[in-house]
């Protein structure tokens, strides 16, 4: 098993984590140079009513906390989604060198999909996209909840 599908495998857990608050399972860690995991989040937009709340800006959010710096370079973000437009803004803010995810999103991704904001040229900062770890895993866990929305 590589590093990426063992932290992948945590992202999992993050995202089985929302079933309590009905969020769409999401979830996302962020890994520091060395390996360590710096932070977790998980899609919280019902739980706090917050439209930003993504599992990836969570993740950005507690680990520019835990380092008391905005600037990520080092770490690689793993998240168990393609990550939508907003948090590819985010991604790219706070200079995180690689994201690691699991399913694509064929509706909002901006990570190759859809759009490809995280390795456009026109911008100052690219990122490394290592895309469908796990992917069977992290499609079901949402195929599942949407399913059972129906």
């Given at each position: 098993?590589?590093?990426y599908?063992?932290?992948?495998?945590?992202?999992?857990?993050?995202?089985?984590?929302?079933?309590?608050?009905?969020?769409?399972?999401?979830?996302?860690?962020?890994?520091?140079?060395?390996?360590?995991?710096?932070?977790?989040?998980?899609?919280?937009?019902?739980?706090?009513?917050?439209p930003?709340?993504?599992?990836?800006?969570?993740?950005?959010?507690?680990?520019?906390?835990?380092?008391?710096?905005?600037h990520?370079?080092?770490?690689t973000?793993?998240?168990?989604?393609?990550?939508c437009?907003?948090?590819?803004?985010?991604?790219?803010?706070?200079?995180?060198?690689?994201?690691?995810?699991?399913?694509?999103?064929?509706?909002?991704?901006?990570?190759?999909?859809?759009?490809?904001l995280?390795?456009?040229?026109?911008?100052?900062?690219?990122?490394?996209?290592?895309?469908?770890?796990?992917?069977?895993?992290?499609?079901?866990?949402?195929?599942?909840?949407?399913e059972?929305?129906?």
């Open positions: 098993m590589s590093q599908e063992r932290w992948m495998r945590l992202a999992i857990d993050e995202a089985r984590a929302t079933s309590a608050s009905e969020d769409v399972p999401v979830g996302a860690v962020i890994v520091d140079a060395k390996g360590d995991i710096i932070a977790t989040g998980r899609n919280e937009r019902e739980l706090h009513h917050d930003t709340a993504h599992a990836e800006i969570v993740a950005i959010r507690r680990a520019a906390a835990a380092l008391d710096d905005w990520l370079d080092g770490c973000l793993v998240v168990t989604l393609e990550p437009v907003m948090c590819a803004g985010a991604i790219l803010s706070a200079r995180l060198p690689r994201v690691v995810f699991g399913a694509w999103d064929e509706k909002a991704g901006a990570a190759g999909s859809v759009h490809d995280l390795r456009d040229r026109r911008l100052p900062h690219r990122v490394e996209v290592v895309a469908g770890v796990e992917a069977d895993a992290a499609a079901s866990l949402l195929l599942e909840f949407f059972a929305r129906r």
